[in-house]
Nanobody, 124 residues
Framework: QVQLVESGGGSVQAGGSLRLSCAAS????????MGWFRQAPGKEREGVAR????????YYADSVKGRFTISQDNAKNAVYLQMNSLKPEDTAMYYC?????????????????WGQGTQVTVSS
């Protein structure tokens, strides 16, 4: 089992920044892909960014390219999401996910572990 704990959410005005953190613990030896998803009320969950922890491969949704940056600290089993130039449409619950390498290759997360989520609210 892998446990994921997110932190760093909050409320910010449009144009502001937030940094989300996700710490993984437990049996993390099988984890090679970590990422961030978000879900706004009434909308489907969408992938925001992911990173292959065995290298430097990253992926971003078009809606966040150039504004969000995903990074990792393998020594701490942690992944981060730096969010700049935030917009009201970024408002959502943000979830950390961890899975095997296949998730980063295909974009599907068949055996993902999930965090409990952290709320991000951006006001105009």
């Amino acid at each position: 089992q892998v446990q994921l704990v997110e932190s760093g959410g909050g409320s910010v005005q449009a144009g502001g920044s937030l940094r989300l953190s996700c710490a993984a613990s437990g049996y993390t030896g099988s984890i090679n892909c970590m990422g961030w998803f978000r879900q706004a009320p009434g909308k489907e969950r969408e992938g925001v960014a992911r990173i292959y922890t065995g290298g430097i491969s990253t992926y971003y949704a078009d809606s966040v390219k150039g504004r969000f940056t995903i990074s990792q600290d393998n020594a701490k089993n942690a992944v981060y999401l730096q969010m700049n130039s935030l917009k009201p449409e970024d408002t959502a619950m943000y979830y950390c996910a961890a899975d095997r390498a296949l998730a980063c290759i295909t974009g599907t997360w068949p055996q993902a572990y999930w965090g409990q989520g952290t709320q991000v609210t951006v006001s105009s």
